[in-house]
Structures are given as structure tokens and as C-alpha cells.
């Protein structure tokens, strides 16, 4: 993987070298180009001038077969490191006489020339001006001049070789450096990588307490990565804890009803039961135990496979959620506690599920019985937020501040709340789970008071009617 990224970064640096030098080198030609021109036309008009201001030597440079203009022209050329002619054009604007050396006649405007401008311009790596020095006559009684003598200089559009071998030099340079760099990089990017996935790796074959360093500095998404799995191992091994207590939890809570129905069911067969109609009440009572744990497990399974189906409906939720509560008062009775039950006079419509409503509230009151010392109190009531709150609320010891932020997890029980009853950590997981399928939200607080106490809260939307239209 090092490897790969080092690779990966040079190559990606030979690219950016490779343009940039590309266009580094083109503009250095293009500023070159420009520069020779500029030179060029700046000698070239400074010789015109000098010529112009001397009219016999204009003269005779007019005059390409006089032998003195040739060795002038020599010697311009080697004292400015230049080429240069003398062109003459007729007033029509054709080249009559000397053309460049290097540059053809077509690239030379000589309309121009002949209207007394100067031209310049760079044809194939030869930068060329030509400025006029004389106007000449073919007969003095003409009076109109007939042609135009201008002189000329050429030179080469001269690009240093040197800067390609810059360019190359410092290519390496940065080449060797980005690698230097990117290996280290690569290295400490690796290292960290392979390291998170080898404890992933273990966590993966079961060590749930295999962790990954998290060195100071580090780079804040790795960092976040190592911090992401340990998150998960920790997660991992709390639910392994879980699954584990609500293995002894649910196997206590199948054997020991179990046990007693197999006691009593051999006893009423063997006509050795005392009383053999309340044997066949524990029986019965066994059995409805059994029945409503794996109901339990049967809702969290249909939940999780999205096949929990709920049939809503308009509905008083105070009455709903009074009935179901009513429905365990026997229970309460059997245990010496209070249940009571508050309710708005007005009705408190909701979208929901009456069953499951019911549901939500006979898991919350049981719960509450199996915590409170002395009462559970129930109450309905419309919130001015839009909301209908069903709230019950026991005396018990309460629950641990460390236990509070999970209760609503599935199969979480708490070790240090005494209960009247062992309790598989269900029950509030399908609360929460059933108030979120009807739009609702669920929360708890504790302790209440002073001497501890549990209040929980299921808020459900508000069911408004629709506006009844105006009639015509």
C-alpha cells in the first residue's frame, strides 16, 4: 500500500511537471518571439533614421548595385549581430529589388511599406522589420515618387537551450523530493490503515477487546477511523454482555414456568395435588406467562423484519390508554400497590393503533410494577405543543444514572434496581420501538424525587380534524 501511494504521488507530480513545463516552456518562447521583434524593429528604425537623416548615403543605398552599399550592409550586420537588406517598392506596393535572405517576399506587406509604415513580424523563427528610408522618382519631372526604399533587418527568435535543461534539472529535484516526502506520507498512512485493519480483523474473529492506537497528532480521518472502531468493538462487547445476561434472564424466566407447569400438570395426572383446581391455575397462569414472553420475542423478531403491521385509526388515546391500565388492577391488588389512573375529560383523538397503543401502555404499567414500593400513577393529558402524552410514573428506587441512557435498548436490564419480578430488557425496547412506528417519541426520567421514583413519557401527534368546507 506504501508503495502504491508513493508511485501514485510521483506519477501524479510527473504530470503536473510535465504541463507545467510544457506551458512554461511556451511562454517563454512566446516572450522570446516577442522580444526579438521588438529588437528588431527598434534597430531597424533607429538605422532608418540614422540613414534618413543623411540623404547621399540614403541615396546610395538605394542603389543595390553601387559596391559600397553591400559592405555598409555587411558591416551593420556583424557590428548589430543582425541581417540586413534594402527593399524597394513601387507605389503600387511590389517588391522590386533585394528580398530578405530568410524571409519570403509574402510576408512582407508592402502595401504598407509603400504608403511609408513600417512592418514587422516573426515567420518561422525569424523575427524581421523593415522601415522606409526614401522616397525616390523615376523622372524628376514627375514630380510623385514613383518607389519606396526601405531597409530592412532579420534575426533569429534565439531560445536559450539552457532552459530546457533548467526545466529538467529542477524536474528531478522536485521528483526526488516528492518522492522522499510521499513515501514518508505513504508509510504513516499505511501503517495507520494496517493496523486498523488487523483489529478489525480480530474484532471480526471474536476479540471483542482488541483495540486501535490513537497517537496524539494524528491525521483527523484516521483518527476518526480508529475512533469509529474502537466505538464499534465497545458496542460489540456491551451487546455481547447482553445477549449473554438475557440468555440467563430468558432461560431463568422459560425453565422456571416450565418447571412448575410440569410439577403440577404430574400432579393433577397422578391425583397427588391437594387441591388440584388451583394446581391447574398455576397451570394456566404458567402458561400465560410463557405465552406473553415469546409473544414479546415474536414483535422485536417482526419488527426487525419490517413485517410488524399496524392498523391506525382515529381514536380516543385518554380512554385507550385508561383501559389498558384498568386491565391490570388485579395484578396491583395482588401485589398491595396503588395504581391510579388520571384522565382529560375531553377526548384526546390520536392516529394509532388501538392495539398496539394498548400494547404500549400494559408494557409501561407492568414495568412500573415491578419497581414501585407503594403506587403507579397513569396519566393522559394534551400537551399545548400539539401532543398527546401518556405518562407513568412509580416510586421505586429509581434508575442509575449510568442505566438511564439505555433502558430503551433491547434486552437491558439493570443490575442495581431491584424489582418485584426478573424481566428480560423487552419490554421497553417494543415501547420505544411501537411509539416510533406511530409517529411517537418515548423518553424517561429519574430519579423524580428526592427518595428516587421513574417517570416515563410516550408522546403521540395529535390527530386535527379537517377544516369542513364552506357551503355554497
Given amino acids: 500500500m506504501s508503495t502504491r501511494i508513493t508511485l501514485a504521488v ?12 510544457v506551458i512554461s516552456l511556451s511562454l517563454e518562447r512566446n516572450a522570446a518571439t516577442r522580444h526579438a521583434e521588438t529588437t528588431v524593429l527598434a534597430q531597424t528604425r533607429s538605422l532608418a533614421s540614422a540613414l534618413s537623416s543623411t540623404p547621399d548615403l540614403a541615396r546610395l543605398f538605394a542603389d543595390a548595385s553601387h559596391p559600397y552599399a553591400k559592405d555598409i550592409l555587411d558591416l551593420i550586420d556583424k557590428i548589430a549581430g543582425t ?34 509604415k513600417a512592418v514587422h513580424g516573426v515567420v518561422g523563427g525569424i523575427a524581421y522589420a523593415a522601415v522606409p528610408i526614401l522616397s525616390t522618382t523615376t523622372s524628376e ?33 522536485a521528483l526526488v523530493v516528492a518522492a522522499l516526502v510521499a513515501s514518508a506520507i505513504a508509510r504513516r ?50 451487546a455481547r454482555h447482553l445477549e449473554r445476561e438475557f440468555l440467563l434472564s430468558i432461560s431463568h424466566d422459560l425453565r422456571t414456568p416450565l418447571t412448575s407447569i410440569r410439577g403440577y400438570a404430574e400432579a393433577i395426572a397422578d391425583d397427588a395435588a391437594p387441591d388440584p383446581a ?68 375531553t377526548e384526546l383523538p390520536v392516529d394509532a393503533d388501538p392495539d ?61 434496581r431491584p424489582a418485584r419480578t426478573a424481566g428480560t430488557g423487552l419490554g421497553l425496547a417494543i415501547v420505544s420501538e411501537l411509539a416510533a412506528a406511530m409517529d411517537g417519541a418515548v423518553a424517561a426520567t429519574s430519579p423524580i424525587s428526592a427518595e428516587g421514583g421513574t417517570r416515563i413519557s410516550v408522546r403521540l401527534p395529535k390527530h386535527h380534524a379537517p377544516a369542513p368546507s364552506a357551503s355554497r
Avoid at 149 to 169: F, G, I, K, R, T
Avoid at 211 to 221: A, C
Avoid at 358 to 378: G, I, P
Fill in 356 to 416: 398496539r397503543l394498548a400494547q404500549v401502555v400494559a408494557n409501561l404499567v407492568e414495568n412500573a410494577l415491578k419497581f414501585a414500593t407503594t403506587t403507579v400513577r397513569v396519566a393522559i393529558a394534551d400537551e399545548a405543543s400539539g401532543s398527546v402524552v401518556v405518562t407513568v410514573e412509580d416510586d421505586g428506587p429509581g434508575i442509575a444514572p449510568e442505566d438511564l441512557p439505555h433502558v430503551f435498548e433491547r434486552l437491558f436490564t439493570s443490575s442495581r
Fill in 278 to 345: 388451583r394446581a391447574a391455575q398455576i397451570v394456566v397462569s404458567e402458561a400465560r406467562r410463557l405465552e406473553r414472553l415469546i409473544g414479546d420475542l415474536l414483535d422485536l423478531a417482526r419488527l426487525d423484519a419490517h413485517q410488524f403491521s399496524l392498523h391506525r385509526v382515529v381514536l380516543d388515546a385518554g380512554a385507550a390508554a385508561a383501559d389498558a391500565a384498568e386491565a391490570l388492577r388485579y395484578e396491583f391488588e395482588a401485589s398491595a400497590v396503588d395504581l391510579t389512573v388520571e384522565r382529560s375529560a
Fill in 83 to 116: 541581417r540586413g537588406a534594402v527593399l524597394v517598392v513601387a507605389s503600387d506596393g511590389t517588391l522590386r529589388a533585394d528580398l530578405l535572405r530568410d524571409v519570403p517576399a509574402s510576408a512582407i506587406d508592402a502595401r504598407r511599406l509603400a504608403k511609408g
Fill in 141 to 173: 519631372a514627375a514630380g510623385a515618387p514613383s518607389q519606396i526604399v526601405a531597409y530592412a533587418l532579420e534575426s533569429d527568435v534565439n531560445l536559450s537551450a539552457d532552459s530546457a535543461l533548467y526545466y529538467l534539472l529542477a524536474g528531478v529535484i
Fill in 189 to 238: 498512512i499505511s501503517r495507520r490503515v494496517v493496523d486498523a485493519s488487523q483489529t478489525a480483523t480480530r474484532i471480526a474473529g471474536g476479540d471483542l477487546d482488541a483495540r486501535v492506537e490513537l497517537p496524539p497528532n494524528d491525521y483527523p480521518e484516521l483518527a476518526s477511523l480508529g475512533v469509529s472502531l474502537n466505538t464499534m468493538a465497545a458496542a460489540l462487547a456491551r
Fill in 10 to 21: 510521483v506519477a501524479i507530480l510527473v504530470g503536473a511537471l510535465a504541463v507545467a513545463g
